[in-house]
């Protein structure tokens, strides 16, 4: 009995001398990588750019593990030889510069991106901002609600991607996505790409992916709405054709003619339509300026007819990545100085165009003062202008507002001109044979005067006229036609008349047809 206890004490204690043997001596089998390598992407980030290659166990902690390397050109690519790790999963981190796709220009300050990734299967994998937005959330319900790896990465990525409206197949992967690459799945990164960086700084941008990952890791909802607003506003704001502008001429600087940028501008359209998102940075018209009243204001509906020139301001305020530019439509019945006047803050001022009676004007900088000097003649005026408003790069007006300038259609005689008595005012009916007068009238804007004058004595235009076009004598008709040249300005003219006798002057205002009214002269 004591015998058979002994052997089996024996065999248990070798089984378990085995299975230690086993435990600690029997190595893991490495996951081996000849040559691991990806892209690192906001746009791309700029040559010498450091990339570190973390491994992670199954909860998502690091090992201590890692791999360092650059990003080797300026197309952001990367790569690390003989790769040897005990788990399947790492942790990519990026730092660098990189091309700003909106600006067209290298960032101002430096971005930090991660990416993490199962690696079992494949030899790359890419960082961009979809792997950085998912992290946190990744990481979340892999240590707290205990997903695997992989039932994390797509539940991620999808709740990440409904932020923007978007969705991707669900075998797609967000460290796979390339923004150089075709198809709608790379349109989607460059357009949330855009979408983050907006007018942002790097910082800004930075401090904005933060928040949203702050925000997500918990529920995988954005409940900020701020966060949202500013995503709105980031997105109203980009020049979409600007930016596949800058990417064409990135590329093509980079030797990379073949790229074909992805139709990402769908993509931003279609989180602009779905979104319930609200915009803040809005552009607003202040009541008045330094000038006073405010043109682009919707309560200046009229300038009023004056003697005087009156004065106005054209002012807006712009929140930091607004952007405007404004067309007065209309006759030139304004002034505005020129570009380097200190009545120009911040703006841009185009000279008038003659031929299609437009001035355009744009704000140089937002979130920074403007305010610009308008003088208006208005006294024999009367006309409408149209404003026209382009808000942030729209190529139609986002909206149009109509002034009516002076007061309705109005024929003026004074009692004298600069060469004496008007002929043409009502109380005037006689005046010398041989004695110097004018022919006066002030017609508003839009206006037409005609003016006939018959007789069978004779008169004389003794000099240079000023807005007549004068016709000759009808002998015929016994009559001669004076038109005003131009509305809107002074019309005089030098007459005596030779004989004496009485002459009638027939007044057709508004290119009527008949005699508006008629009045006789004596002259004696």
């Given at each position: 009995?004591k015998t ?11 089984l378990?001398f085995v299975?230690?043997?086993?435990l600690v ?13 990806g ?9 010498g ?13 690091q090992?201590g ?6 990003v080797?050109?300026?197309s952001?690519?990367f790569?690390?030889k003989?790769?040897?790790l005990v788990?399947n999963?790492?942790q ?23 990416a ?9 994998a890419?960082?961009?901002v ?5 992290k946190?959330r990744?990481?979340y319900?892999?240590?707290e609600?205990?997903?695997a790896?992989?039932?994390?990465k797509?539940?991620?990525?999808e709740e ?14 967000s ?11 790379n ?8 979408i983050l960086?907006?007018p942002?700084?790097?910082a ?8 949203i990952s702050?925000d ?6 954005l ?5 949202g ?9 980009i020049?979409l054709?600007?930016v596949?502008q ?5 590329y093509a ?7 074909t940028?992805p139709?990402f501008?769908k993509q ?11 915009a803040?940075?809005l552009?607003?018209y ?8 405010n043109?682009l204001?919707?309560?200046v509906k ?23 530019r404004?067309v ?7 002034y505005v100085?020129?570009?380097n ?7 841009t001022?185009n ?7 437009i001035q355009?004007?744009?704000i140089?900088?937002?979130d ?6 308008l ?8 006309t409408?202008i149209s404003i026209e408003?382009?808000?942030n790069?729209?190529?139609t ?10 007061s309705?259609?109005?024929?003026s ?9 008007n ?8 005046i010398l044979v041989n ?8 017609v ?5 005067l ?28 016994q009559?001669q036609i004076f ?11 030098p007459?005596?008349?030779t ?5 009638k ?11 508006t ?6 002259i004696?």
């Open positions: 009995m058979n206890l002994f052997s089996f004490l024996v065999l248990v204690l070798s378990l299975s230690c043997e086993t001596n029997k190595p893991v089998k490495p996951l081996k990588k000849e040559i691991f390598s892209y690192v992407q906001k746009g791309p980030f700029i040559n750019s450091s990339v570190s290659i973390s491994e992670l166990d199954a909860s998502l902690d090992t593990r890692s791999y360092s390397t650059t080797a050109d300026n952001g690519s790569e690390q003989q790769i040897e788990s999963y790492v990519l981190k990026a730092d660098g510069y990189y091309f700003n796709e909106v600006s067209g220009e290298s960032s101002s300050g430096q971005l930090t991106l991660y993490l990734a199962d690696i079992s299967q494949v030899n790359s890419n960082v961009n979809l792997t950085h937005l998912e946190s990744v990481e319900l892999v240590q609600k205990k997903l790896f992989a039932a994390a797509k539940q991620a990525q990440v991607l409904k932020i923007f409206n978007l969705t991707m197949p669900a075998d797609s992967t460290e796979s996505l390339n923004l150089s690459g075709a198809g709608e799945n349109a989607i990164l460059l357009a949330v790409s855009c960086q907006g942002l700084s790097t800004d941008m930075t401090q904005l992916m933060a928040n702050t997500i890791k918990t529920d995988g909802t409940d900020n709405a701020s966060l607003s500013a995503l709105f506003d980031n997105a109203r704001l020049n054709s600007d596949r800058h990417l064409t001429a990135k600087e980079l030797g990379l003619n073949t790229v940028i139709d501008e931003i359209q279609n989180f602009l339509t779905k979104s319930t998102y609200k803040v940075k552009i607003t202040p009541v008045s300026g330094d000038n006073g009243l043109i204001n919707d309560t009229n300038i009023p007819k004056s003697s005087n020139y009156l004065i106005y301001s054209m002012k807006a305020e712009m929140p930091k990545g607004t952007n405007l404004i007065i439509k209309g006759d030139p019945i304004w100085p020129y570009n006047s200190t009545q120009i803050v911040n703006w001022v000279p008038y165009n003659t031929t299609t009676k355009e004007f744009t140089n900088e937002s920074k003062r403007n305010d610009l000097y003088s208006f003649y208005t006294y024999s005026v009367y409408n408003f382009y808000e790069n729209d190529q007006p986002t909206r149009i507002k109509n002034i009516t300038v002076g309705p259609l109005q024929y005689y004074p009692s004298t001109g600069s060469f004496g008595t002929i043409l005012n009502n109380l005037v009916t006689k004695q110097s007068a004018s022919m006066k009238a002030e508003s804007s839009a206006g037409a005609n003016v006939v004058i018959r007789g069978g004595g004779t008169w004389q235009i003794n000099g240079i006229s000023t807005n007549w076009t004068v016709e000759d004598f009808n002998a015929a008709k009559w038109t005003v040249k131009e509305s809107g300005k002074v019309s005089d003219l007459i005596v008349f004989s004496p006798g009485t002459y002057i027939e007044y057709h205002e508004n290119n009527d047809f008949v005699a009214r008629v009045k006789e002269i004596t004696m």
